[in-house]
């Protein structure tokens, strides 16, 4: 499978933006998916992840609750809804992919993932 983030861009801190994440190549519905993270200097960190079904979703502590994943089985993409964006969340998000999971299981690390995005650059300035 193919992935293409895109929506990224820069906002003041209080905004919102929504992240996209177009599948191609293979059947979506066969994909958990994922968002992740890199902030520039550190490591990648989990944002959320939705299993093939929608019908389980994970949240990081840090994000939980201002930001809202979902998927579009019919049109191949992810989203990613960010609201009441801070600076600490400027970073470079990333989309992630791994087949041939149970309809329900969704996964927090990243070394789950073999397919992965190019990234879409986030930036909230304060």
């Known amino acids: 499978v193919q992935l293409q983030a895109s929506g990224g861009g820069a906002v003041q801190a209080g905004g919102s933006l929504r992240l996209s994440c177009a599948a191609s190549g293979d059947y979506f519905t066969m994909y958990a998916m994922g968002w992740f993270r890199q902030a520039s200097g550190k490591e990648r960190e989990f944002v959320s992840t939705i299993s093939r079904n929608a019908g389980h979703t994970l949240y990081a502590d840090s994000v939980r609750g201002r930001f809202t994943i979902s998927r579009d089985n019919r049109e191949n993409i992810l989203y990613l809804q960010m609201n009441s964006l801070k600076p600490e969340d400027t970073a470079v998000y990333y989309c992630?992919?791994?087949?041939?999971?149970?309809?329900?299981?969704?996964?927090?690390?990243?070394?789950?993932?073999?397919?992965w995005g190019q990234g879409t650059q986030v930036t909230v300035s304060s």
């Open positions: 992630a992919a791994v087949r041939g999971t149970g309809i329900y299981s969704a996964y927090d690390y990243a070394g789950s993932y073999p397919y």
